[in-house]
């Protein structure tokens, strides 16, 4: 008899990663504009930050990153499990 391999699927579920926060970074798409927003886990206050050089300057269109760390867990191995993985250090 030969061994044999078992493949099923197996449920995962994605998140933000709860030891780490989301951040955003934009900049203004208006040809010759230089207008950054660093990174910033304040969302509120970015979106202050661009809507104000809207208003000062009549641009109204940004490219705008979100950032985040993701965490995904094997819902079968994880059910019940109320501990979450450290975050890596960084590199």
């Known amino acids: 008899m030969s061994p044999r391999s078992v493949i099923r699927a197996v449920k995962h579920a994605i998140g933000t990663h709860p030891q780490s926060e989301i951040t955003v970074s934009a900049s203004c798409l208006t040809g010759g504009c230089s207008w950054t927003l660093t990174a910033t886990a304040d969302l509120e206050a970015a979106d202050l930050a661009a809507m104000t ?25 994880n059910a019940g499990q109320t501990e979450t993985s450290p975050l890596p250090a960084p590199r």
Do not use: C, S
Request: proline share 4%; hydrophobic share 35%; charged share 25%.
């Open 53 to 77: 050089h809207t208003g000062r300057t009549g641009h109204p269109t940004f490219a705008r990153t979100f950032q985040d760390v993701a965490l995904v867990r094997r819902l079968e191995l």
